[in-house]
T-cell receptor, first 110, second 112 residues
Framework: KQEVTQIPAALSVPEGENLVLNCSFT??????LQWFRQDPGKGLTSLLL?????REQTSGRLNASLDKSSGRSTLYIAASQPGDSATYLC?????????FGKGITLSVRP | DTAVSQTPKYLVTQMGNDKSIKCEQN?????MYWYKQDSKKFLKIMFS???????INETVPNRFSPKSPDKAHLNLHINSLELGDSAVYFC???????????FGPGTRLTVL
């Protein structure tokens, strides 16, 4: 059974800091990994999708990496801004579904 | 021009009632999903449909019955609502099974 872990559950950083959010999963038989952002009371916004054959994907200030063999992914956020404050969810795709971690709630202080 | 839409956004009802949540996607995708986000914000798959065929039923009570009248729609009907059904329900879609998923805005269900 796939398990996805995101630690820590919450993170607070000052504006401008570069930061890394970690995600680990137990079963490496995945076809993709997706990072999402969720604002309070809102839906999920897809940030980056990495296919199992890829090592990383970039979009603006975001860079996501995938090491399938070790069951790890990281989301790198450069030059963080208060508008980046949200919950970041990692989800691994396998067996026709996404399995989610519990998310990391990020607070970027001005 | 919303990609994945759900109605209603909020649903407040009494225990024992029957209710439905509707989902529509205008992305031309083949696969649609229902996820449940509980009070601890944990998201879990409930159902997955591909080309109107059920492919995943993740040990959901049979009080929950999804229906896909066509590829663009996946509705969720819930019978005999219980307090524990209170959650946010998200619909999602993807082009095919192993591709990027796009989520709707969610339906917050409160059972009193």
């Amino acid at each position: 059974k796939q398990e996805v872990t995101q630690i820590p559950a919450a993170l607070s950083v000052p504006e401008g800091e570069n930061l890394v959010l970690n995600c680990s999963f137990t079963d490496s038989a995945i076809y993709n990994l997706q990072w999402f952002r969720q604002d309070p009371g809102k839906g999920l916004t897809s940030l980056l999708l990495i296919q199992s054959s890829q090592r990383e994907q970039t979009s603006g200030r975001l860079n996501a990496s995938l090491d399938k063999s070790s069951g790890r992914s990281t989301l790198y956020i450069a030059a963080s801004q208060p508008g980046d404050s949200a919950t970041y969810l990692c989800a691994v795709g396998a067996n026709s579904k996404l399995t989610f971690g519990k998310g990391i709630t990020l607070s970027v202080r001005p | 021009d919303t990609a994945v839409s759900q109605t209603p956004k909020y649903l407040v009802t009494q225990m024992g009632n029957d209710k439905s949540i509707k989902c529509e996607q205008n992305l031309g995708h083949d696969t649609m999903y229902w996820y449940k986000q509980d009070s601890k914000k944990f998201l879990k798959i409930m159902f997955s449909y591909n080309n109107k065929e059920l492919i995943i039923n993740e040990t959901v009570p049979n009080r929950f019955s999804p229906k896909s009248p066509d590829k663009a729609h996946l509705n969720l009907h819930i019978n005999s609502l219980e307090l524990g059904d209170s959650a946010v329900y998200f619909c999602a879609s993807s082009q095919y099974i192993a591709t990027e998923q796009f989520f709707g805005p969610g339906t917050r269900l409160t059972v009193l």
